[in-house]
């Protein structure tokens, strides 16, 4: 079985960063990185308050099956054994009512990383990897009071759908570059990711 890929690039203040896929040896560096989140970051990313991660969490979030359940982790590459920077995932929604190509995604980026270009890291390698499993709408439900998220999935082209407590957006796949500045630069990542899965293949 060939080695996951591993794709190092920057983030905006240079700082290198690693992404690669979440496999099941990483529940201590998970439950290390959510003890040190905020309690506001906490709510944002469970909308709720989550105090703890349980052991079936736990797994239910390392061991994914790359296809249904795809997640990558953003790593600190000056200090490898630290957490890392967060974590990107999204759930395929099911097989009912053509949602087998829609997937639930969520970003999960340590307070002391988030300001630095690592959401749009993760969200890009989920971008980049979708297709390739035949998802083509990536959803993002979001609380009301996340601001700074929603008006970022409206610039890179997101549609509401419906709201209640929270906001459903479905950001369709690929993006549109044309939508916003922001779309462009996102879609520029994604040809970023796209280069160095390929530089990844060719060393493999």
């Given at each position: 079985?060939?080695?996951?890929p591993?794709?190092?690039?920057?983030?905006?203040?240079g700082?290198?960063?690693a992404?690669?896929?979440?496999?099941?040896?990483d529940?201590?560096?998970?439950?290390?990185g959510?003890?040190?989140?905020s309690?506001?970051?906490?709510?944002?990313?469970f909308?709720?308050?989550?105090?703890?991660?349980?052991?079936?969490?736990?797994?239910?979030?390392?061991?994914?099956?790359g296809?249904d359940?795809?997640?990558?982790?953003?790593l600190?590459l000056t200090?490898p054994a630290l957490?890392?920077?967060?974590?990107?995932?999204?759930?395929?929604?099911g097989k009912?009512?053509?949602?087998d190509?829609?997937a639930?995604?969520?970003?999960?980026?340590?307070?002391?990383?988030?300001g630095?270009?690592?959401g749009?890291?993760?969200?890009a390698?989920?971008?980049?990897?979708?297709p390739?499993?035949?998802?083509?709408?990536?959803?993002?439900?979001?609380?009301?009071?996340?601001?700074?998220?929603?008006?970022w999935?409206?610039r890179?082209g997101?549609v509401?759908?419906?709201s209640?407590?929270e906001?459903?957006?479905?950001l369709p796949?690929p993006?549109?570059?044309?939508?916003?500045?922001?779309?462009a630069?996102?879609?520029?990542?994604?040809?970023?990711?796209?280069?160095?899965?390929?530089?990844?293949e060719?060393?493999?």
């Open positions: 079985m060939p080695d996951p591993v794709l190092r690039l920057t983030l905006r203040d700082r290198p960063v992404l690669r896929p979440i496999e099941p040896a529940r201590d560096r998970l439950a290390t959510f003890d040190a989140l309690t506001a970051s906490r709510r944002l990313r909308l709720g308050s989550v105090s703890n991660l349980s052991e079936a969490h736990l797994s239910y979030l390392t061991e994914v099956d296809h359940h795809v997640a990558w982790g953003a600190d200090d957490p890392g920077f967060g974590v990107g995932r999204f759930i395929r929604l009912t009512e053509g949602l190509t829609v639930e995604f969520s970003l999960t980026v340590l307070d002391s990383a988030q630095h270009g690592v749009q890291l993760l969200l390698v989920l971008a980049v990897v979708a390739s499993v035949g998802v083509e709408t990536l959803r993002g439900v979001v609380a009301q009071d996340n601001d700074r998220m929603l008006r999935l409206r890179l997101a509401a759908i419906g209640a407590e906001e459903t957006l479905d796949l993006v549109d570059p044309s939508v916003s500045d922001s779309a630069a996102f879609v520029d990542t994604m040809e970023r990711i796209r280069a160095e899965m390929r530089a990844s060719r060393k493999g």
